[in-house]
């Protein structure tokens, strides 16, 4: 994969440098006036480098405002004739792609009701060959970081070069504070995966409510994420489509001026020398953590030899609900969380389940220990 953006936007694209990639616009346009209007106090905050209105919209029920289609990509064009922002919207198939292009947009994202669908996103991706434009692609709605990788994957044999990734959290079932949830553990391992892809993070369809986004935007920056989409709205509450997350342009420059951007990586040698010496202390408790899993292993081992020997089964769940609550309140004690605790310790019971599991096939894996 050749990925330029995080090189473009640091050398290239003026309004970048040092500071997060800024996307800014309403959730749709509306009508040329709500475009204009919103655009033109955008232009006034420096750190917004891209105008994004949504042109077609994936509404979860029919009967919803669905965009105002091509008739909107003209009052793009004139924004960026007007204002000098680039200009975004959100394609979901090829007329989509070849529209956009025609009025000269500049970034085209992946919105996450498309990413899921690998047949869509590679009609976009044939539609993209030979074009140079910036494409972000949102995670799919649900936590699949494969999908997500392979949906980047189809865009980038397009040829596109200029290719960023959108985190903007996942659907659930259960209800939660935000919309979507973060699991930002994703485009954590995202980053590890694909290192030179910048990931965007969008605070707005993520949280679904105004009110957290500036913390979401905190963390993002925190995480050393390269950039941020807000939507924002001159008048949010009378929004057509998500109106309970939009913000004023004015109270985007409020919250950005809150956000405290910390630098990467540390240059002060005495700053490098702690550092070095708490990480080193981590290493060794990592080290501890494998030695004792380890040890945990092999008695699960020797248990499994025992119930082997006798003929009872390898499941306990009376034993296993026993530890899982007291482990859960101990962490409690220790500052954990519940979720954390109960993550890692199903995750340790499967493994010695696994254990047992070999010990009473003599030594042959069995499916459970290979999913
Ligand atoms: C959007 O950005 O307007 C949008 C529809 O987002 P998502 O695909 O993240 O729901
Ligand atoms: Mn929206």
Same mark, same amino acid.
């Given at each position: 994969?050749?990925?330029?953006?995080?090189?473009?936007?640091?050398?290239? !694209?003026?309004?970048?440098?040092?500071?997060?990639?800024?996307?800014?616009?309403?959730?749709?346009?509306?009508?040329?006036?709500?475009?204009?209007?919103?655009?033109?106090?955008?232009?006034?905050?420096?750190?917004?480098?891209?105008?994004?209105?949504?042109?077609?919209?994936?509404?979860?029920?029919?009967?919803?405002?669905?965009?105002?289609?091509?008739?909107?990509?003209?009052?793009?064009?004139?924004?960026?004739?007007?204002?000098? %922002?680039?200009? #975004?919207?959100?394609?979901?198939?090829?007329?989509?792609?070849?529209?956009?292009?025609?009025?000269?947009?500049?970034?085209? !994202?992946?919105?996450?009701?498309?990413? *899921?669908?690998?047949?869509?996103?590679?009609?976009?991706?044939?539609?993209?060959?030979? *074009?140079?434009?910036?494409?972000?692609?949102?995670?799919?709605?649900?936590?699949?970081?494969?999908?997500?990788? #392979?949906?980047?994957?189809?865009?980038?044999?397009?040829?596109?070069?200029?290719?960023?990734?959108?985190?903007? #959290?996942?659907?659930?079932?259960?209800?939660?504070?935000?919309?979507?949830?973060?699991?930002?553990?994703?485009?954590?391992?995202?980053?590890?995966?694909?290192?030179?892809?910048?990931?965007?993070?969008?605070?707005?369809?993520?949280?679904?409510?105004?009110?957290?986004?500036?913390?979401?935007?905190?963390?993002?920056?925190? %995480?050393?994420?390269?950039?941020?989409?807000?939507?924002?709205?001159?008048?949010?509450?009378?929004?057509?489509?998500?109106?309970?997350?939009?913000?004023?342009?004015?109270?985007?420059?409020?919250?950005?001026?809150?956000?405290?951007?910390?630098?990467?990586?540390?240059?002060?040698?005495?700053? %490098?020398?702690? %550092?070095?010496?708490?990480?080193?202390?981590?290493?060794?408790?990592?080290?501890?953590?494998?030695?004792?899993?380890?040890?945990?292993?092999?008695?699960?081992?020797?248990?499994?030899?025992?119930?082997?020997?006798?003929?009872?089964?390898?499941?306990?769940?009376?034993?296993?609900?026993?530890?899982?609550?007291?482990?859960?309140?101990?962490?409690?004690?220790?500052?954990?969380?519940?979720?954390?605790?109960?993550?890692?310790?199903?995750?340790?019971?499967?493994?010695?389940?696994?254990?047992?599991?070999?010990?009473?096939?003599?030594?042959?894996?069995?499916?459970?220990?290979?999913?």
């Amino acid at each position: 994969m050749v990925l330029e953006l995080k090189r473009f936007l640091a050398n290239e !694209w003026k309004g970048y440098k040092g500071r997060p990639f800024l996307i800014s616009g309403p959730c749709s346009a509306e009508s040329e006036e709500q475009v204009m209007a919103t655009a033109a106090e955008l232009a006034q905050i420096p750190e917004v480098s891209v105008f994004r209105a949504g042109i077609w919209k994936p509404r979860t029920r029919p009967n919803s405002f669905e965009g105002v289609g091509s008739e909107g990509l003209k009052w793009l064009r004139t924004v960026k004739q007007e204002t000098g %922002l680039m200009v #975004g919207t959100e394609v979901a198939n090829e007329k989509h792609v070849y529209e956009a292009l025609k009025y000269g947009v500049d970034l085209l !994202w992946i919105g996450a009701r498309t990413s *899921v669908n690998p047949f869509t996103v590679q009609e976009i991706s044939d539609a993209l060959k030979g *074009v140079d434009v910036m494409v972000l692609v949102k995670n799919p709605i649900n936590p699949d970081l494969e999908l997500w990788i #392979g949906a980047i994957e189809r865009i980038a044999r397009a040829g596109i070069t200029k290719l960023g990734a959108i985190h903007r #959290g996942f659907s659930t079932y259960e209800k939660t504070i935000y919309r979507n949830q973060p699991n930002w553990q994703l485009p954590i391992e995202l980053r590890r995966r694909i290192p030179d892809i910048p990931i965007i993070c969008d605070p707005s369809h993520m949280s679904g409510k105004r009110e957290y986004l500036f913390e979401l935007s905190q963390k993002a920056m925190d %995480l050393n994420f390269d950039g941020l989409m807000l939507e924002s709205h001159t008048d949010p509450d009378h929004a057509l489509s998500d109106a309970a997350q939009q913000i004023t342009p004015g109270e985007l420059k409020e919250l950005l001026s809150r956000l405290i951007l910390r630098s990467p990586v540390a240059s002060d040698p005495k700053l %490098l020398d702690i %550092l070095g010496e708490l990480r080193q202390q981590i290493d060794v408790f990592d080290d501890a953590l494998l030695d004792i899993l380890e040890k945990r292993m092999k008695v699960a081992e020797t248990i499994g030899q025992y119930k082997k020997d006798n003929n009872i089964t390898i499941l306990q769940p009376t034993r296993w609900d026993e530890i899982i609550r007291k482990v859960v309140v101990h962490g409690q004690v220790k500052g954990l969380s519940s979720g954390m605790i109960d993550t890692i310790f199903k995750a340790i019971h499967q493994e010695s389940i696994n254990h047992q599991m070999r010990i009473m096939n003599n030594g042959i894996d069995t499916p459970a220990e290979t999913s």
